[in-house]
């Protein structure tokens, strides 16, 4: 397949690679795994029957798992009877309720976390004497960090598909370094006055050659997102909560919010960032990146080689270079750039399991070495070979064959494999993600809350939540001077005698009680 040819197939498989999720220890191949699978059962006995629900992921799934080549392969590797449903995606959480009410509780639950429904009717089996006894392999490949958010008073309460690239930080910050060094910066901004630095020099140059300083120096998005690591320079975004003062805060009441907004209310009134960013939304944000506009920008690592490509594609005149930077920190800050996701999926395993030992030797074979190879590319002979000891992979059979997407959500335990990957997207691209793992190794703000229960007084004030509109409404009126700054202690008493302080007790008092 042609050069050419083979980069446009990957950009119509990129939501394929940005399934991939955790991995090694060592952050790279998975060449030592155990390819024998732990995973493997006495030939002699019956296949052990296994039901999973998962979403599909909106993606075309098989009607019949038994009747597919794809999981009657992994049926036959692992000696399983497989029932594995898809739900539908966007309906994906009130199935499960619904079937849980009913009494339809499967042998394997997937999900984003610790279903809280299954918690709070102790109907999850801990894993710990399982994985130790039946995932060798599991064991090896998965990072602590990813275990870790997985674990609740000392008990693993699921298997993790962890996140791409083995990363803590699942975001990251992209620049132009075409236009760096264009516009004269000769060093990465370690500082947020460093970070403001370059995008004045961004700003005060033409540096798209179009006759105009029309340059943007940073694009954001509706609502104060895709902005998370700028938040994320003074320790907080709005997805995090953080200890201060015995008490565990939203980010968005932190005192270090407060530093967040100067710093973007600084951005806006020297025209740092879009002026549309508040309502912008995907596709023009999109648009305007590809166009060749934009100097910054913040997204998901796994993107790193996808923005090359496309600039490449449409302004191959440019040269752009696409990078990726360390979060700039703030005077006094431990922590910075998104918070932490140290899974994507996870696969939980009900005390309705007859066999849970068979269920953990199934996913400990999906992380062996001949399980990561089938994640990755699928059945031998049908999309790739092994010719001299190296692999032969024909990304158009395995998209014709249709099963890449859904068998590498299902599947792909290990996530990335510098090794495995490169073979998909070529060593120009995998060099380029590579770069941006590294960075990401080193960085994330604590996720505190993970595995915990849905918060009642969440519920009771929707409006003082992350999805509400108080904080939005009082970050707009500040970056936009219809309020000074420090309007946002007032906010902050505001939101505390409206239900916050409720929500703050609720919180601390989980936490201390389970994570401390």
Known sequence: MGKAKKWVTLLSVAAILATSACSTNSGGGSGQADSSGAAQQEKSSDPVKIRVFETDNNYTVPADVKKDPTFQYLMQKTNTDLDWVFLPHGDYANQLRIKFSSGDIPDVVQDWGINLDLLANDQIL???DLIDQYGPNLKKYI?????DGVTINGKMMAIPEGPSGNTPSGRIIFVRKDWMDKAGVKEIPKTPDQFLDMLRAFRDHDLNGNGKQDEIPFAARENFTWMENIFGMFGVNPYTYAEYNGEILPGYVHPNFKQALAFIKTMVDEKLIDSEFLTMKRNVWEQKIQNNQVGSWNHVNENAWDWQFKLDQAHPEAKADVIAIPTPKAPGVEHVGHHMLPFRHTFLITKKAKDPAAIVKMF?????????????FGLEGVT???????IVYDLNKDIEDKTSPWRSSSFNLVGYNKELQAVQVGDQAIEKLDAVYQIAQKEGIPNLLLGAPEFKSLKRYPDLTREGNMWTEAASQIIYGKKPIDYFD?????????GGDEIVKEISDWYYKNKK
């Open 364 to 376: 400990d074979w999906l992380i062996s070495d001949e399980g990561q190879k089938f994640s990755f």
């Open 143 to 147: 990072p602590q960090f990813v275990w």
């Open 126 to 128: 801990p894993l710990n």
């Open 384 to 390: 790739w070979n092994q010719e001299n000891g190296k």
């Open 490 to 498: 007032e906010f902050v008493k505001n939101w505390r005698a409206q």
